[in-house]
């Protein structure tokens, strides 16, 4: 039984909690976490939710990839009673970690009298490090870690074998601003990654920076790629690039996937194009808009918020049902919904709302009808998926987009 501090201290966000994952499964060992600290401009550095509900650091999905199961944030003495149980992986960094709280959590393992273990991630160049034993200075018995081209931490010995040459090329745009998905919330590249892997295809990824998009160029970066992604996220500023590119994939035929946010700004824009109006937004975004085509779950808990493991009810004979299955569940960070009023316009535009919860009162999940690959979900289908894994959603996103190659 032991306390194992993991600290990396040189990664961005993204790579917070991925080490201490690798070391976690290693041991068989326990995770645990404390409050994370961020930039306010860090919009999506807590974007990652917890089977049980809780809005965590977006870094410490690689918890849940390594099929360790993570909680929400707790104190220091909390870590240490657990310890005593059995063992227990801590990540910690300088820049997202207050360093009074990493000193409290050593300071109270010393005094409770628990063996502590304190590991240094240090980095040899941006994607490759090892981890050091920081009471003695040498290298602690484990594999190097290499950060693969989506992110991806694992050990190797010594670098990842490349993909081989002959295998195709499919290019993909994520519309988002590059540091949003490399260096702060690594969801939606690590999940894209996973889907090639199992496909056995290459992803040449590209991003649409939402300040470009609006410069005017959406025909030309949609005109490159073999797919869309129209990811989830905080920041709504991303919202005008995101239907600017969807009505781009929606003219060109380009298969599209929406994550959360990306489903609603994807429904947004069938819905402006189908009634020819561009006063229409989300109440999120423009909340004096004429018309809003996401409402406030608002129901019976003022301000709700849906997050954590929800149950999903795809339709009969949609595609989304064929996809994923009758009944599902999806990682939930949201608190608006598609509004009821405008579901017979999108209709009628062929999108049709393909799954529900189970009561019938939240579009979980939309498709349109006639194009090769237009497809949302109101959750966060990346945050389940894995290595050797994919969700499902993800992996038939890309075949479609390797079709459209």
Partial sequence: MALIIVEHNQSPPALYGAAAAIVARARGAAAMHLPARFDPAALEACQHVTGEGALVASGLIWFDRAGVPLSAATTPDEIVKRARDGDVVVPISGALTDRRDAE?????????????EHLIVEAADDDTFRLIDAATGKPAPFPVLVRDGYGRLAPSEPRFAHRAASAPVVRILVVGNPADHLDINPATLAALGDAADLLDIRLAVSFAPPAEVLAGHAARLAAFADGIVLPGGANMANVPAQIAIAEEAWRSSTPVVGLCLGMQTMTTAVIRGASGRNDINLAEVDPDAALHTFVPLMGTVPDRHKLGECPVVTMTGSRLNAVIGALSTIRSNHRFKLNPQLIEIAEAAGLAV??????????????????????????????????????PLLKAFVEAASKHA
């Fill in 104 to 116: 409290a959590l050593l300071q109270a393992a010393a005094e409770s009298g628990e063996p502590a």
């Fill in 354 to 391: 393909t799954a529900r919860d189970p009561d019938g009162a939240i579009a979980e999940g939309v498709e349109l009808g006639g194009h090769p690959f237009f497809m949302g979900m109101q959750g966060h289908p990346e945050l389940k998926s894995r290595k050797g894994a994919p969700h």
